[in-house]
């Protein structure tokens, strides 16, 4: 019989995705057969699914946790924001629309269906099932329209444990003040709650408990101190990255507005004998990088404007000139091209863009996105690399023969300048293969001491066992209730 439970946050950032992917570790070694759920996640960091679509990172770091391959079902409903307002609307790991804020209300009765089919085909092949909400409950004005959080739990009939900061103060409020504002049909979903991110002695909190235990009438299942390993598996937020200064090589990466599939920055900001520095606005890329990624972009011809308006084009160009070595990462090896012509207005109006210039190649925008997960060869040392393409677009041009990939089918893929110091690809994933980063950073001077993969699942195994030590996961486990 599959069972189910929901952990549901306080807020956003309060933790509830690194607490889902150690439950599902700790339950995969009691032998269980887990699968992570998300109804609705917003994120421009998406992983590509073997059955050919996307989903959020963070889902598929819970799959990885849980033994099992990522697949479109895990996050059904993914919000990809394009602009303050508007995001690109995925259903089930395809694009459908792209909606404005103010109009994504009117798209739930489309959205909960596929949600309730996604869960109930996922259900089928687990024993466990353990959903993340988005946000926090608390949000009552968009309860009406919620398919994220108890509009997901009361659905599905899934019972909830609720998840509060401390580290952000104030922790008793907002749990006492979440079941102040929940009405009573939704407050009756919620079987408990735990304190996540205590810093310092966690029985300080001792006598914390029962005053939210008395003023709630839900039983705590303990406190969860800061899990200081959290830096090394992969970040769904940008903000979240956790770069570690190494003593080696200086890696430096403009922190664009649309920033997206920043997971090729995971491997280097845990590589010891990298510097990695993420770049804000009003601040110059650093002159003794050895190397400037340009990163994936959600909206690049929007991202290439603030790349310049930020002296990032003048800061490039010095490092060009001094000799340094620059990698574009899709939206990112599209902008070091001559130009963007979007002829169909995917991303604003109908037009075309000056490019960088510093690769002969030009980029046409189509409605299509290119989904696949991918194999290639390293054409430098022949080491086999494993990633994947996620974008919109076809770039042609010179530079494209002087590609650094070979596919499966014998194709070039990327693009590099005569000189070999500027490279462009589709291909995400690539510094997460330890041979390639390995021959990549010895190129520009660097060296690698990690072993990524390997690194993920120590994590993972000391996050169960962080979990295990704070948390009453037996009887947690047994809050999941037998789907209806």
């Not at 150690?22 to 421009?44: E, H, T, Y």
């Not at 309860?143 to 009939?157: E, S, T």
């Not at 991202?303 to 990462?329: C, K, S």
Request: net charge negative; charged share 25%.
């Amino acid at each position: 019989m599959t069972r189910a439970l929901m952990i549901q946050g306080t807020g956003s950032n309060v933790g509830k995705s690194l607490l889902v992917a150690g439950l599902a570790r700790a339950a995969l070694r009691r032998g269980l057969v887990v699968r992570p759920f998300k109804p609705q996640n917003m994120s421009n960091n998406a992983a590509v699914t073997q059955d050919g679509g996307e989903i959020g990172r963070a889902q598929a770091l819970q799959a990885r946790a849980a033994g099992i391959a990522p697949h479109t079902d895990m996050n059904p409903v993914l919000l990809k924001p394009e602009t303050e307002t508007g995001a690109q609307v995925v259903v089930q790991g395809r694009r459908v629309t792209r909606s404005e804020a103010a109009d994504y209300g009117a798209l739930r009765d489309r959205l909960l269906p596929a949600v309730l089919e996604s869960f109930t085909r996922l259900s089928a092949q687990a024993d466990l099932v353990l959903v993340e909400g988005a946000g926090s409950p608390a949000e009552v004005n968009l309860r009406a329209r919620d398919i994220a959080n108890m509009g997901f739990a009361r659905a599905a009939g899934v019972p909830v444990l609720l998840v509060g900061d401390i580290d952000r103060g104030g922790v008793i409020a907002q749990v006492v003040g979440t079941h102040t504002v929940l009405d009573p049909q939704d407050r009756a979903m919620i079987r408990g709650f735990a304190i996540n991110r205590f810093r310092g002695d966690p029985r300080l909190f001792d006598d914390g408990l029962p005053v939210i235990e008395r003023m709630t009438g839900w039983p705590g299942f303990g406190v969860v101190p800061w899990f200081d390993q959290a830096w090394r598996l992969p970040a769904e937020d940008v903000l979240d990255l956790a770069p570690r200064t190494g003593d080696g090589i200086k890696v430096a990466v403009p922190r664009l507005p649309r920033i997206a599939n920043f997971d090729d920055l995971d491997p280097l900001a845990a590589e010891p004998g990298v510097d990695l520095r993420l770049v804000g606005p009003g601040e110059a890329l650093p002159g003794d990088a050895a190397l400037v990624i340009l990163p994936g972009s959600k909206a690049t011809i929007e991202d290439l404007a603030a790349f310049r308006a930020a002296g990032w084009d003048t800061d490039l160009a010095a490092h060009i000139r001094r000799g340094g070595h620059v990698l574009g990462l899709c939206g990112g090896y599209q902008m070091l091209g001559r130009r963007i012509v979007d002829p169909d207005g995917v991303e604003g109006p109908p037009g075309a863009v000056t490019g960088l210039g510093y690769l002969d190649v030009e980029t046409r925008l189509t409605p299509e996105k290119q989904l696949a997960l991918a194999t290639a060869t390293y054409l430098p040392t022949g080491d086999h690399v494993t990633g994947y393409e996620i974008h919109m677009g076809q770039t042609t041009g010179p530079d494209r023969a002087r590609g650094w990939l070979r596919d499966r089918a014998g194709a070039l893929q990327g693009a590099a300048d005569r000189a070999g110091r500027i490279l462009g690809s589709y291909m995400h994933g690539l510094f997460s293969d330890d041979a390639f980063r390995a021959a990549f950073l010895a190129r520009i001077g660097g060296r690698s001491d990690l072993a990524f993969e390997e690194s993920i699942e120590q994590t993972l195994d000391a996050l169960a066992d962080h979990l295990e030590m704070h948390l009453n996961v037996d009887a947690l486990l047994r809050l999941a209730a037998p789907l209806r």
